[in-house]
T-cell receptor, first 114, second 112 residues
Framework: GAGVSQTPSNKVTEKGKYVELRCDPI?????LYWYRQSLGQGPEFLIY????????DSGLPNDRFFAVRPEGSVSTLKIQRTERGDSAVYLC????????????FGPGTRLTVL | GNSVTQMEGPVTLSEEAFLTINCTYT??????LFWYVQYPGEGLQLLLK?????DKGSNKGFEATYRKETTSFHLEKGSVQVSDSAVYFC???????????FGTGTSLTVIP
Protein backbone atom coordinates (compact mmCIF):
# COMPACT_ATOMS: atom_id res chain seq x y z
CA GLY A 1 0.00 0.00 0.00
CA ALA A 2 0.93 3.65 -0.20
CA GLY A 3 3.31 5.01 2.34
CA VAL A 4 3.39 8.40 4.02
CA SER A 5 3.55 11.20 1.50
CA GLN A 6 4.60 14.79 2.00
CA THR A 7 4.24 17.82 -0.20
CA PRO A 8 6.01 19.79 -1.39
CA SER A 9 9.31 17.96 -1.45
CA ASN A 10 11.14 21.27 -1.49
CA LYS A 11 10.03 24.73 -0.44
CA VAL A 12 12.07 27.90 -0.75
CA THR A 13 10.67 31.01 0.86
CA GLU A 14 11.76 34.40 2.03
CA LYS A 15 12.19 35.46 5.62
CA GLY A 16 8.92 36.65 7.09
CA LYS A 17 6.68 34.63 4.79
CA TYR A 18 4.07 32.04 5.75
CA VAL A 19 4.40 28.40 4.68
CA GLU A 20 2.27 25.28 4.87
CA LEU A 21 3.64 21.76 4.71
CA ARG A 22 1.32 18.84 4.06
CA CYS A 23 1.43 15.25 5.27
CA ASP A 24 -0.74 12.39 4.05
CA PRO A 25 -0.36 9.43 6.43
CA ILE A 26 -0.87 5.75 5.78
CA UNK A 27 -4.57 4.99 5.56
CA UNK A 28 -5.97 3.80 8.87
CA UNK A 29 -3.13 5.13 11.00
CA UNK A 30 -4.58 7.11 13.88
CA UNK A 31 -1.29 8.55 15.14
CA LEU A 32 0.63 11.21 13.24
CA TYR A 33 3.89 12.92 14.17
CA TRP A 34 5.86 15.89 12.92
CA TYR A 35 9.63 16.15 13.31
CA ARG A 36 12.27 18.63 12.26
CA GLN A 37 15.70 17.45 11.14
CA SER A 38 18.56 19.87 10.87
CA LEU A 39 21.70 19.05 8.94
CA GLY A 40 23.81 16.46 10.74
CA GLN A 41 21.22 15.91 13.45
CA GLY A 42 18.59 13.35 14.25
CA PRO A 43 14.90 14.14 13.92
CA GLU A 44 13.56 16.41 16.67
CA PHE A 45 9.98 15.87 17.83
CA LEU A 46 7.53 18.70 17.19
CA ILE A 47 3.96 17.47 17.67
CA TYR A 48 1.89 14.30 17.92
CA UNK A 49 -1.73 13.83 16.88
CA UNK A 50 -4.03 11.06 17.99
CA UNK A 51 -6.99 11.31 15.63
CA UNK A 52 -7.94 14.93 15.15
CA UNK A 53 -6.45 16.25 18.37
CA UNK A 54 -2.92 17.29 19.21
CA UNK A 55 -2.09 14.95 22.07
CA UNK A 56 1.37 16.41 22.62
CA ASP A 57 2.62 19.68 21.13
CA SER A 58 5.46 20.20 23.57
CA GLY A 59 8.07 20.08 20.82
CA LEU A 60 6.81 23.10 18.89
CA PRO A 61 9.58 25.69 19.30
CA ASN A 62 7.34 28.77 19.56
CA ASP A 63 3.94 30.14 18.64
CA ARG A 64 4.93 30.69 15.01
CA PHE A 65 4.50 26.96 14.53
CA PHE A 66 1.06 25.38 14.39
CA ALA A 67 -0.33 22.12 13.04
CA VAL A 68 -3.80 20.80 12.32
CA ARG A 69 -5.40 17.50 11.41
CA PRO A 70 -9.07 18.40 11.03
CA GLU A 71 -10.41 15.08 9.76
CA GLY A 72 -7.98 12.75 11.45
CA SER A 73 -6.06 11.99 8.29
CA VAL A 74 -4.11 14.65 6.39
CA SER A 75 -2.16 17.09 8.52
CA THR A 76 -0.75 20.52 7.77
CA LEU A 77 2.18 22.11 9.56
CA LYS A 78 1.99 25.90 9.40
CA ILE A 79 4.87 28.26 10.03
CA GLN A 80 4.26 31.97 10.31
CA ARG A 81 6.84 34.74 9.87
CA THR A 82 9.52 32.28 8.83
CA GLU A 83 13.08 32.82 10.00
CA ARG A 84 16.33 31.56 8.51
CA GLY A 85 16.72 29.26 11.50
CA ASP A 86 13.56 27.41 10.44
CA SER A 87 15.45 25.96 7.47
CA ALA A 88 15.46 22.19 7.90
CA VAL A 89 13.85 19.00 6.63
CA TYR A 90 10.40 18.55 8.12
CA LEU A 91 9.43 14.91 8.52
CA CYS A 92 6.04 13.40 9.04
CA UNK A 93 5.42 9.92 10.39
CA UNK A 94 2.36 7.86 11.17
CA UNK A 95 1.70 4.76 13.23
CA UNK A 96 -1.25 2.47 13.73
CA UNK A 97 -2.15 3.56 17.22
CA UNK A 98 0.43 5.49 19.15
CA UNK A 99 3.05 5.08 21.82
CA UNK A 100 5.72 2.51 21.11
CA UNK A 101 4.30 1.57 17.71
CA UNK A 102 6.60 1.52 14.74
CA UNK A 103 6.53 4.88 13.03
CA UNK A 104 6.52 5.04 9.24
CA PHE A 105 8.21 8.12 7.87
CA GLY A 106 7.56 10.18 4.80
CA PRO A 107 10.35 11.48 2.56
CA GLY A 108 10.26 14.92 4.16
CA THR A 109 9.91 18.49 2.98
CA ARG A 110 13.12 20.47 2.70
CA LEU A 111 12.38 24.05 3.76
CA THR A 112 14.85 26.77 2.91
CA VAL A 113 14.27 30.27 4.26
CA LEU A 114 16.34 32.90 2.46
CA GLY B 1 14.64 13.32 30.86
CA ASN B 2 14.95 11.03 27.90
CA SER B 3 17.90 11.13 25.54
CA VAL B 4 19.96 9.00 23.19
CA THR B 5 23.71 9.19 22.69
CA GLN B 6 25.03 7.64 19.56
CA MET B 7 28.51 6.87 18.31
CA GLU B 8 29.75 9.62 16.05
CA GLY B 9 30.70 8.92 12.49
CA PRO B 10 31.40 8.76 9.77
CA VAL B 11 32.33 5.11 9.73
CA THR B 12 34.05 3.56 6.72
CA LEU B 13 34.43 -0.20 6.47
CA SER B 14 35.50 -2.67 3.86
CA GLU B 15 32.95 -5.15 2.58
CA GLU B 16 32.54 -8.19 4.87
CA ALA B 17 33.93 -6.34 7.90
CA PHE B 18 32.22 -6.48 11.31
CA LEU B 19 30.11 -3.49 12.27
CA THR B 20 29.30 -2.06 15.67
CA ILE B 21 27.53 1.26 16.17
CA ASN B 22 27.21 2.18 19.83
CA CYS B 23 24.05 3.61 21.33
CA THR B 24 23.33 4.43 24.96
CA TYR B 25 20.23 5.98 26.39
CA THR B 26 18.85 7.83 29.37
CA UNK B 27 15.21 7.28 30.20
CA UNK B 28 12.77 7.02 33.04
CA UNK B 29 10.91 3.78 33.29
CA UNK B 30 11.01 1.21 30.53
CA UNK B 31 11.35 2.68 27.04
CA UNK B 32 11.16 0.86 23.73
CA LEU B 33 14.31 1.07 21.63
CA PHE B 34 14.68 1.29 17.87
CA TRP B 35 17.21 1.49 15.09
CA TYR B 36 16.15 3.40 11.99
CA VAL B 37 18.09 3.56 8.74
CA GLN B 38 18.12 6.21 6.04
CA TYR B 39 19.46 5.09 2.68
CA PRO B 40 20.69 7.77 0.28
CA GLY B 41 17.76 9.71 -1.15
CA GLU B 42 15.18 7.81 0.88
CA GLY B 43 13.14 8.35 4.02
CA LEU B 44 13.75 6.87 7.45
CA GLN B 45 12.89 3.18 7.71
CA LEU B 46 12.61 1.00 10.77
CA LEU B 47 15.48 -1.49 10.87
CA LEU B 48 14.75 -3.27 14.15
CA LYS B 49 13.31 -2.73 17.59
CA UNK B 50 13.17 -4.16 21.12
CA UNK B 51 10.47 -3.39 23.64
CA UNK B 52 11.86 -4.80 26.89
CA UNK B 53 15.10 -5.64 28.63
CA UNK B 54 17.14 -8.51 27.15
CA ASP B 55 15.06 -8.53 23.96
CA LYS B 56 17.08 -8.86 20.78
CA GLY B 57 15.87 -7.13 17.65
CA SER B 58 17.12 -8.44 14.32
CA ASN B 59 16.61 -7.75 10.63
CA LYS B 60 18.67 -8.04 7.42
CA GLY B 61 21.60 -9.50 9.37
CA PHE B 62 21.64 -6.63 11.87
CA GLU B 63 21.12 -7.26 15.57
CA ALA B 64 20.79 -5.18 18.73
CA THR B 65 20.14 -6.30 22.30
CA TYR B 66 18.31 -4.15 24.84
CA ARG B 67 20.69 -4.01 27.83
CA LYS B 68 19.08 -2.32 30.78
CA GLU B 69 22.08 -2.78 33.07
CA THR B 70 24.31 -0.79 30.72
CA THR B 71 21.46 1.30 29.19
CA SER B 72 22.69 0.34 25.74
CA PHE B 73 21.32 -0.84 22.41
CA HIS B 74 24.37 -1.33 20.22
CA LEU B 75 23.84 -2.21 16.56
CA GLU B 76 25.94 -5.05 15.11
CA LYS B 77 26.33 -6.87 11.84
CA GLY B 78 28.80 -9.65 11.20
CA SER B 79 29.55 -8.93 7.56
CA VAL B 80 28.58 -5.62 5.97
CA GLN B 81 27.80 -5.12 2.31
CA VAL B 82 28.11 -2.11 0.06
CA SER B 83 24.31 -1.86 0.09
CA ASP B 84 24.41 -1.22 3.86
CA SER B 85 25.86 2.22 3.26
CA ALA B 86 23.41 4.59 4.93
CA VAL B 87 22.86 6.72 8.00
CA TYR B 88 21.75 4.82 11.10
CA PHE B 89 19.71 6.39 13.89
CA CYS B 90 19.15 4.99 17.36
CA UNK B 91 15.87 6.07 18.96
CA UNK B 92 13.75 5.50 22.02
CA UNK B 93 10.06 5.82 22.74
CA UNK B 94 9.57 7.06 26.26
CA UNK B 95 7.31 5.25 28.64
CA UNK B 96 5.22 8.37 29.14
CA UNK B 97 4.03 10.53 26.31
CA UNK B 98 4.44 9.77 22.67
CA UNK B 99 7.73 11.29 21.77
CA UNK B 100 10.51 9.57 19.96
CA UNK B 101 14.01 10.66 20.90
CA PHE B 102 16.60 10.19 18.18
CA GLY B 103 20.35 10.12 18.28
CA THR B 104 22.34 12.29 15.91
CA GLY B 105 22.88 9.49 13.40
CA THR B 106 25.96 7.57 12.28
CA SER B 107 26.93 7.59 8.64
CA LEU B 108 28.27 4.27 7.36
CA THR B 109 30.09 3.83 4.09
CA VAL B 110 31.05 0.33 2.97
CA ILE B 111 33.69 0.11 0.26
CA PRO B 112 34.17 -2.90 -2.00
Amino acid sequence: GAGVSQTPSNKVTEKGKYVELRCDPISGHTALYWYRQSLGQGPEFLIYFQGTGAADDSGLPNDRFFAVRPEGSVSTLKIQRTERGDSAVYLCASSIQGWGDTQYFGPGTRLTVL
Amino acid sequence: GNSVTQMEGPVTLSEEAFLTINCTYTATGYPSLFWYVQYPGEGLQLLLKATKADDKGSNKGFEATYRKETTSFHLEKGSVQVSDSAVYFCALAGQTGNQFYFGTGTSLTVIP
